[in-house]
């Protein structure tokens, strides 16, 4: 069992902590960081709301639903499944 902090020990910490969170402040108010990666959104995603009965979203309309509604500009529309297709001649 651990004895509790001195009180020197705490006003260390805490003095850190608060430290760390300034810092950090001052450098997000220097600029924005452009995020690591960009999230994309699979047609497929939407799978049920395109094969409905009856359709409630237009499969044609993929890029506009992914932007408008998600506000997502990456897209992937299954493309290596409809290379697959033409290569096997399978559909």
């Known amino acids: 069992m651990q004895a ?6 705490f006003l260390l910490a805490a ?28 047609q497929w995603s939407l799978h049920r709301a395109f094969f409905a009965k009856p359709p409630q979203q237009d499969p044609l309309k993929f890029a506009e639903i992914a932007k408008k509604e998600y506000g997502i500009a990456a897209r992937s529309t299954s493309t290596s499944s409809t290379r697959t297709r033409r290569r096997t001649g399978r559909t």
């Not at 509790?4 to 020990?9: C, E, F, K, T």
């Open 4 to 9: 509790a902090p001195d009180r020197r020990s």
């Open 15 to 42: 003095g850190a902590a608060a430290g760390t969170l300034a810092a950090g402040k001052a450098f997000a108010a220097q600029g924005a960081v452009p995020p690591a990666f960009k999230i994309s959104l699979a």
